[in-house]
């Protein structure tokens, strides 16, 4: 294989954006497992009175993703995550204004391999949500599995995202006043597996929990397509049937998260490796679907707006494919 390295010459931003996606991506694949391993070693060495007092703070603080997380803004405002952004670069796009005085639930599509716009559109302080969305909050929502790893939680929480879990959507949509959106990855790490560039294969039609927790708290519902999302890498072929597929269905049943593997470029060199290409990420926000509150919703109900949801998905896609380089003939697929 020809390795292409890239020249030397390269000015200064850029390094440092390659630098601030490398850590993101080393963050999300290792910083769990080194957290575990540093609490492990107060434990073994017996640094008492620092595990000991931490432990007891987790014991307390264990339902806090589910209690609306605590973000900080100053993590969130750290350079490196305006670098992080103009790496691909990301962008947001509002096509229909909100009411702040409304909750609201957005859809967000594909999960691609790292949600990278998901991250970058609402975990930071540097895309424009606030300047698009003013008056709201938004909360990513995301497995509570993340927030079982003691030390590395605190970092993750710091950025905004909260547990996806039933009752952390309905603290947030309950929430009296307006102003809150809950971001829910619908795919989740099920569809990171389909994540291929120039494929747009969602698992939708067997989620409807969050049709239920809309109607039940009266969030109207915001499809969103995040364009781009499925072109930051690439994966080993697993096809449906395949071997691979079968043993990373089996991993993602077992552990709650799915395991693509996947490669794109490095960091001097574009030929191979774990970093993300270079690619434009448009998320479009499409328009609200109304949701009447209903305590109680009915089977028939919550299947007649999940079809609804459905259709707006399709017409948002249709609408803006064309803009963001995808032909005519490529539709949505969903599983």
Same mark, same amino acid.
């Given at each position: ?12 931003? %850029? %390094? ?6 490398? /850590? ?24 008492? #009175? ?16 589910? /209690? ?7 993590? +969130?405002?750290?350079?490196?995550? %305006? ?64 927030? +079982?790893?003691?030390?590395? +939680? ?45 494929? #747009?294969?969602?698992?939708? %039609? ?61 960091? #001097? /060199? ?7 290409? +270079? ?57």
């Amino acid at each position: 294989m020809k390795v292409e390295f890239a020249p030397l010459n390269i000015p200064l931003a %850029r %390094r440092l954006q390659t630098a601030a996606v490398l /850590q993101w991506v080393l963050s999300f694949l290792l910083l769990a497992e080194v957290c575990i391993g540093i609490l492990m070693l107060l434990i073994v060495y017996n640094y008492w #009175f620092l595990y000991i007092p931490y432990l007891t703070w987790l014991y307390f603080d264990w339902h806090t993703p589910e /209690q609306g997380g605590r973000r900080s803004n100053w993590v +969130r405002s750290w350079t490196v995550w %305006r670098y992080f952004k103009d790496y691909f670069p990301i962008h947001l796009i509002k096509t229909w204004d909100l009411d702040p005085s409304h909750n609201y639930i957005f859809g967000f599509h594909p999960h691609g391999v790292l949600v990278a716009g998901a991250f970058g559109n609402f975990c930071t302080n540097y895309s424009d949500f606030k300047k698009l969305f003013p008056g709201f909050t938004a909360y990513l929502h995301i497995l509570p599995i993340w927030f +079982r790893c003691p030390l590395f +939680r605190e970092y993750l929480m710091s950025s905004g995202p909260v547990s996806v879990s039933k009752k952390s959507l309905s603290h947030v949509l309950s929430k009296e006043g307006g102003g809150n959106i809950s971001v829910i990855v619908l795919g989740g790490a099920e569809e990171s597996l389909d994540a291929h560039p120039g494929k #747009f294969t969602l698992f939708i %039609r067997q989620r409807k929990g969050f049709v239920k927790i809309a109607l039940t708290h009266g969030a109207d519902l915001v499809p969103v397509f995040s364009f781009g999302e499925n072109e930051l890498f690439k994966q080993v072929s697993n096809p449906e049937g395949s071997w691979l597929r079968a043993v990373q269905d089996k991993l993602q049943k077992v552990m709650g998260f799915a395991l693509p593997l996947f490669h794109a470029r490095g960091i #001097f /060199q574009y030929s191979f490796g774990l970093m993300p290409y +270079r690619k434009p990420i448009h998320t479009v926000v499409g328009h609200p679907i109304p949701v009447h509150q209903t305590l109680h919703p009915t089977s028939e109900q919550i299947e007649q707006l999940h079809e609804t949801y459905m259709e707006e998905l399709r017409k948002l896609f249709e609408a803006h494919k064309g803009k963001y380089g995808i032909p005519e003939h490529e539709t949505l697929m969903f599983k």
